[in-house]
C-alpha cells in the first residue's frame, strides 16, 4: 500500500497544471464572455487543443492501446488526478480531448466500432475533429431504471428507423458535434429478458427527422454545449450504423460508463478544492463584528469538514480507479456507484459552505460557486440517480453477508 | 391557547384563494412567457391589480390605520395566512399589493413620512402606480455586520449628496420603480455611536447619477423585477427627502423589516406545501423497478419529514407574529431572527428533496422547483445571513440564563 | 389563534413548578441515591404523593369525569404544559400519579373496565395504591407491525391461559406493581382480520406461572422501576380478566396511547429546555484559549438550533394536544405520529449538543446528560419506531393528495 | 499508488484473524461474565496474552527497534489494519499487548526513559507483567486546552510532590495497573510559555496519597478496567520518576499520541465493520409488514451509506499512518486530528443506525450496538474534543492558503 503518486503522475500533474496557469485560466475570462453572449467560444478553444496535442497532453483518459489512435494513454489511477486539475475550469477537458460524453463515446468506439465505424467517428473524435452525443435519457423514463426507456428502433430493410424523444443529452448545441450514440427498444428483442432488448445505433446530426428543441437550463444555468431535448421523427440510417449487436446496449453502456464516472467524480474533487481555496481566502479577507470570518468556530468547523470530507473522497475515487484497472469495470461496479453516490453530496455540500462565506456574492455570477453548486446537484442524477446507485451498494453488501453466512 | 384561524382570517383565506384559482393561476403561464422574453409583465398584472383591489384584497399588509390610507388592514396574525397562499405563484403578492419590498417600505413611510413625502410617495405606493426600492446592501460589506456599511450620504446646504455602489437592490428593474430609500453613512453624524451613523433619504429613480449596472442572476436565475446592482455618484436630492431623522436609519430599518420577514416566511411556508405537493403527485405517478416512488420507504419518508417540518415551521411564524401584533416588533425580534433561519433552510431541504423525487425533470424551468430552491437558498442572506441571526438568538438565550441565576 | 395559555393553565404551572421547586427536586439527591443502591424510592416519594393529592395537584391527565375518580382533571392541552414541568425529574411524573404507564393503563380502565375491574383496579391506581404495566412488546416481533405479536391467549372454560414471553415492560420492576394488561393472540380468533385478533387481558403479578426475567438497561442505564422481561408460561386468570371484548386489543390501545404520547413528547420538551439551560450555563463558566465557550460561534450557533428546534417541537406537540381534545385521539392520530419521530430525534439531538459543551463530564452520571441521551434513543422506539410514524405520515399526506386529485 | 495490502500484511492479517477466531471470539461470553459480575477477566486474558505471545504476535504496535524489546515490530501502516481486527472484541488488544494507554506509554518510555525506567516500566509493559496509566485530563479545565491543567508537581530537594484531582483516566482499575505518567504544572516552570509549563512523573499506584476516588461509567457503561477518578495528595517520588526534562510534558505526550490515535481510529473501523454485519444480518431476518427489513429502501440507505463512509474511513486513517511512516508525528498531525474528528462521528452514526434496525433490542446489552455506540460517542473527547480538532484543521488549511498568496 502506497499513497504517493508515482513519479510518471507528479510529471503529469505539473505538465497539465502549467498547461492550465499558462494557456487556460488566461483564457478563461474570454471563453465565459463568448457564452454570455450565447456563442460557443471555438476561436478559444481550439487553438489550445493544438497546442495540447502538440504538447502530448491528449486523449490521456483512454487505457489500452491501438497503435493508430493518437493521444498518450494512461491507466484510470494514473489520469485520474489530471481530471482533478482540468476539472477547476468547467471547459478545461475539452482543450485535452478528454470531455464528456466523448470521453465514453470513444471507449465504446474503441471496443465495438467496426472498421467503417472507427474510420468515420472514432479517428474524427480521437483527432478532436468532432463531437458525439449519448442519447439515452428520456423526459418520461425514471432514469432509475433504465430497461424503461421508450425510444423505438426498428429494423426495415437495410434501416433503421427510429422514433422517440430525449433530454439532458449533454453535448448536442456544440458547435462540433456531429453524431448520436441513439439507445432504444430494439421491437425485434422485445421479447428479451430487461436488459437485453434495447439497442445502440449510430445517427449523424444531419439526418432527416432530427430536431433540436431546446438547450434546456440546470438549476437556471445554460450550459453553451448543451443539456439538449431532442426529438427523433422516423428517423432513418444505413443498418450498418448498428453499434455492437442488437439487444447489447446495457452491456455496451456499462463498458462506457464506469471511467466516465471517475472522471466525473475526479472533477468534482477539483471544483471542491477550488471551493474550498476561495472559501478560505475569503474568510480572510472578510471582516463582522471587527473579526476575520476565518476567525469565527463556526467557519473553521466548516473549512475543516471540508478539508477532511474531500480527502476522503479522493481517496475513495482513486481507489475505485485502481481497482477498475486491476480487476476491470465489471468488478469495480459497486465501487463506482459509491463514488458517484458520494461525490454528488460532497459537491453540494462543499459549495453550500462556500457560498455561505461569500455571502449574497456567492449566489452571483461574479464567482463560480452557484454553478460548481448547481453542477453537484445535477450530479446527484447524471449517470443515475443517487438512490439507484445506494440500491446497488446494499445490494452488494447484503449479499456479502449472505454469502459469508453460507460458508 | 387556540390552533384555529379566526373565521374572519378564514373567509379572508377562501376569498384569496378563490382569487388565485380563478385570476392568478390562470395568468400564470402568459406571466412567464413575457418574462421569459425579457419583459415584465405589466399587461398581465395591472388588470389583476383592479380587480383585487375592487375586491378588498388590497394593502392586507399593513396594520394600524390612517383613513386616507387604501386597504383591508389586519394584523399580522391574520396576514400571515394570506401570504402563505399568494407565496405558492412568486408574482402573486403584487396583484394584492402586497409585494416586497414596497411592504416594507410603505411601513415605513406610514410611520416616518413627512406629509409631503405620504403625498409624493405613500399615496402612490398604497395605491399601486408605483413601485419602490430599498438600496441598503452593498458589495463590498458583509450584512452580518450592516453598521460597516459604506455609502456616504452628505449633507451639503439644502441638499443631501449620495456616492456609493449597492447590489441586490430587489424591484429596480420594474418598469414602476420610482423611488430608492438609500441608506448611508451621514457623514455629519461620523462621530456618533455605530447604529446612529446613518440616514435614509428617499431618491428618485430619475435622479441624475443613478446608474443602473446590471440585474444579478440569482443562483442563475433572473428576477424580471431585479436584484440590481446600483451605482450612485454624486447624486443631489433636497434635504427635504431625509426619511426621519439624521443618524436615525437603523431604527426606521428595525421598524420596517419585522413584518416584512414574516411575509418572506409565510410565502416560504407556500412554497414549501406547493413542493410537498408536487414531490406526493409525481411519486405516485412515476414508477421504478415495478414500484411506484409513493412505495418505496425512503421517499415516504422525505414526504414525511417534509410534512413535520412545514408544519412545526408555520406554527414557529405564526406565533412570532402573533407576538408581534401582541408584544410589538422589537419585543419580537429575537423571535423573528428564529424564523428567518428557520424558514430558509427549511425551503432548500424541502425543495431538494422534492427534486430528488422529480429526477432531473426537477432541475428543468418545466416545473417551479429549481427556481424555489434558489429562492430558498437566498433566503440565507436576504435580511441578513443566517449565522447573524443565530447570534441573535444565541445571545437571547444566554442574557435570559444570566438573568436567571442572578435574580 | 392565539398562543397564550389561559389563565387556568398559568396557575396551575405555577402551582406545579412551585411544588417541585420547594418539593421534588429538593428530594432529587436522595431519590438517586436510594436508586443507586438498587432499591426503589418509596420511602421518597410516597409521602410526596400524599402532599401533592392534597394540594390538589393528581391524576391531571385525565380528560372526562366519573364523579368517584378522585384527582383534577383537565384537557390535553390544558395538562401538556404541566407535563413538560414534570418531565424535568424523571420520577417526578409518580408523585402527581401522573406517571407512563398508569395513565395510559388508567385511560383504557376508565373507558373499557368492568364495575369489577373499576373496584379492583382503577380505583387502586387513580388513589396511587398499587402501579401497573402493558405488556405488549415482545423480543421476536418488530414492533413496527404489532399485529405479528405471537403470545398466546386462549380460553379454557372460565379462564384464559397466557404463554408468551414479553420485554421492556417498563414499571414491572416497581414496588407496587400489581397488574400487568397482557396484549396477546386470543387462539380463538385467529381466522379474524389482523388487527381483530388480539385481546388484553389483566393479570396480576402474583399470578403462578409469571417469571421476571431480568430488569432491562437501556443503553446502559438501569431503570429502578425497570424495563423487564417478563416470561408468561401457562398463566391462568378467570375470564372476567378481559379487558374489553376479545379482539379488541388494537382498538383499546389506540385508546390509550394517543394521550400518553402527548405525554412522553411534552417531558421530552422539558428535558431539553433543562439541557439547554445546562448548556448554557456550562458555556459561560467554562473557557479554552481564553474566550468563554459562549463566545464561540459553533457553540452560540448549538444553543441557537437548540432553542428554535424546541420552540418548533413544542408547539406541535400543542397543536396535537388541542387536535385531540376537539376532534378526538382517531383524528388526531397521524399529528400523534408526527410528534412521536419528531421528539425523539429532538431529544437526542439537543442532549448530543449538550454533552459535546460539557466535554467529558457529560458522559458521566454526575449530571442528567447521559441519561436523558438515552431516553431520547430509547424514545425513537418508545410506542412504536420512528419509521413506522414516519411511514404513517406519508401515507397520509398521499391519500389527502390522491383526495384533493378525485374531486 | 497501490491500495493492496503488502503480503506480509495479508499474511499478518490472516494470522490475527485466526488468533481471534480461534482463541478470542470463544472466550468473550466467559469474559462478559466475568465483567459483568465486577471482576476483571485475568483468569481469561492471562493464558491468551501467552499465547499471543509464543505465536509472535506481540507488541507489533512499536515501530523502531531496540533489541532488547520483546515483540514484532511493525510500521504504523502496517500495524493499522491489525488493529481493525483486534478492535471488534473491546478487550482484545489486551490479548497481544496493544491495548490503549499502555501502547503510548510504552512508545513514551521507549524514546524518553532513562535505563532505569526502562528496567522498571518500559520491560515489564512490554513483557506485559504490569499495565499503566496516563494521568492527564482534570474535571475542571477543559479538554481543548490542556495548557490550563492545574494539577502541580513541586520539587522538594530529591523529590517531586504532587497535588490535583484527574479523572478518565483509563485502565486505572485494572488489577495489573502499576503507574500513572502524571501531567502537571511544573512549580519550577510557571513562568515559562503556556505549553512549556508541564512536566510528566512516573507515579506507581502504591505511592502514599493516591486515592481512586472511582470508576466513572461512561454513558451508562462500566469499564472493567475503568475510566478512573484518582486523587493525588502531597504525593512523593524521587526526583528520578522524572519523564524527559521539566517542563517538556506537551513535547513528550505529542510524541505518544498520534499512533494511539491511529490505533483508536482503526478498532472504530473495525467495530462499525461490526455493526454494519449486524445490521446486514439483522435486516435480513426480521419482517414487517411481509417483508424483510432488508427490502425496505430506506434500510438500503443506511446500509450503502455506512459501507461508504466506512470505507472513506479507512483510507483516510490508512494514509495518515503512512504520512506518520513517511513524514513523522508531527509533519502528520494534521492528518491525525482529521481522522480523530471524523472516527467518533463515523461511529456514532453507523452504530445509530444499526441501533435502529435492531428495534428495541439494539438498546439492550444482549447486542454489542449500545456499548459500541457508547464508545463511539466518547471518541468524541478522548484524546480532545471535536472542536479542537476541527480548530487544527482549519488553521492548516488557513495557513497552506496564506503561504500559497504569499509566493
Known amino acids: ?98 470531455n464528456a460524453p466523448d470521453t465514453g463515446n470513444m471507449e465504446a468506439l474503441h471496443i465495438f466500432a467496426t472498421p467503417e465505424q472507427r474510420r468515420d467517428w472514432l479517428m474524427p473524435l480521437m483527432n478532436g475533429k468532432i463531437r458525439s452525443c449519448v442519447a ?3 423526459p418520461d423514463t425514471s432514469s432509475s431504471d433504465p430497461t424503461n426507456l421508450q425510444t423505438r428502433i426498428r429494423r426495415e430493410g437495410d434501416s433503421y428507423v427510429i422514433n422517440g424523444r430525449k433530454w439532458f443529452i449533454t453535448g448536442a448545441a456544440h458547435p462540433n458535434a456531429s453524431v448520436f450514440l ?49 426529438l427523433f421523427r422516423d428517423v432513418r440510417v444505413p443498418a450498418t450504423n448498428l ?8 452491456a455496451l453502456m456499462q463498458a462506457r460508463l464506469g471511467p466516465g464516472r471517475i472522471h466525473h467524480c475526479m472533477r468534482t474533487i477539483g471544483q471542491c478544492e477550488l471551493a474550498l481555496e476561495l472559501m478560505c481566502d475569503r474568510a480572510m479577507e472578510r471582516m463582522t463584528f471587527g473579526k476575520h470570518l476565518s476567525d469565527y468556530a463556526n467557519i473553521q468547523d466548516w473549512i475543516a469538514e471540508s478539508r477532511i470530507e474531500i480527502d476522503q473522497a479522493r481517496l475513495l475515487v482513486l481507489r475505485a480507479a485502481w481497482a477498475m484497472d486491476k480487476y ?80
Open 136 to 138: 439515452m435519457t428520456e
Open 1 to 98: 500500500m502506497d499513497f504517493e503518486y508515482t513519479p510518471k503522475v507528479q510529471e503529469l500533474q505539473a505538465r497539465v497544471q502549467r498547461f492550465m496557469t499558462d494557456h487556460v485560466i488566461p483564457a478563461d475570462a474570454e471563453w465565459q464572455r463568448i457564452a454570455e453572449a450565447g456563442g460557443y467560444p471555438l476561436a478559444v478553444v481550439e487553438p489550445l487543443k493544438e497546442r495540447a496535442k502538440a504538447e502530448g497532453l491528449w486523449n490521456m483518459f483512454l487505457p489500452g492501446l491501438h497503435d493508430d489512435e493518437p493521444g498518450t494513454r494512461l491507466t484510470n489511477l494514473e489520469y485520474a488526478p489530471l481530471a482533478e486539475i482540468m476539472g477547476r475550469i468547467p471547459w478545461a477537458s475539452e482543450v485535452f480531448n478528454c
Open 182 to 230: 441513439v439507445m432504444g427498444l430494439a421491437e425485434e428483442r422485445m421479447d428479451n429478458a430487461a436488459h437485453d432488448r434495447h439497442s445502440i445505433v449510430l445517427v449523424p446530426f444531419n439526418t432527416p427527422g432530427v430536431t433540436i428543441v431546446r438547450n434546456i437550463p440546470i438549476m437556471g444555468h445554460h450550459s453553451p454545449d448543451g443539456h439538449c431535448e431532442i
Open 328 to 407: 476491470g469495470n465489471k468488478a469495480a461496479r459497486t465501487d463506482v456507484s459509491a463514488i458517484k453516490v458520494m461525490a454528488g453530496r460532497l459537491q453540494t455540500r462543499v459549495l453550500d459552505r462556500a457560498i455561505q462565506v461569500f455571502g449574497a456574492g456567492g449566489l452571483t455570477p461574479d464567482f463560480p460557486l452557484a454553478y460548481l453548486w448547481t453542477w453537484g446537484r445535477a450530479l446527484r442524477f447524471i449517470d443515475g440517480p443517487d438512490e439507484v446507485h445506494l440500491r446497488t451498494v446494499a445490494r452488494t453488501e447484503l449479499k456479502k453477508r449472505k454469502d459469508a453466512k453460507r460458508t
Open 243 to 250: 453499434l455492437g449487436q442488437e439487444g447489447a446496449a446495457f
